[in-house]
């Protein structure tokens, strides 16, 4: 079964650090990029960061940048969110997502999904 699984939502504090992680499953994990969305109340999904396979490298949202990163273990085939100094805007339901054959690093269609985790912010 082709399946990616979000896990390590949670609530936190204004300030406070949360990791997510992303396990995958059924696919060729090396060959995908994996990008990350996420979707708050009333708002639209974004997508904020992702890792590129063909070049390693990494992508950020200025949003997030400096305060999420991205690291994997391959070996695990699983992927993680580090989210520190998070904010009241952060709160949402994240999904990591797969995909391969892109048109250039993290520009693609991504089309395995996860079930999502959900991040709340408290203030």
């Known amino acids: 079964e082709v399946q990616l699984v979000e896990s390590g939502g949670g609530l936190v504090q204004v300030g406070g650090s949360l990791r997510l992680s992303c396990a995958a499953s059924g696919f060729t994990f090396d060959d995908y990029d994996i990008g990350w969305f996420r979707q708050a109340p009333g708002k639209e999904r974004e997508g904020f960061a992702c890792?590129?396979?063909?070049?390693?490298?990494?992508y950020y949202k200025d949003s997030v940048k400096g305060r999420f990163t991205l690291s994997s273990d391959n070996t695990k085939k699983t992927v993680y969110l580090q989210m520190d100094n998070l904010k009241p805007e952060d709160a949402a339901v994240y999904y990591c997502?797969?995909?391969?054959?892109?048109?250039?690093?993290?520009?693609?269609?991504?089309?395995?999904w996860g079930q999502g985790t959900l991040v709340s912010v408290s203030t």
């Open positions: 997502t797969a995909g391969r054959d892109m048109e250039r690093p993290c520009v693609g269609y991504f089309e395995i």
């Open positions: 890792f590129s396979s063909s070049d390693g490298s990494t």
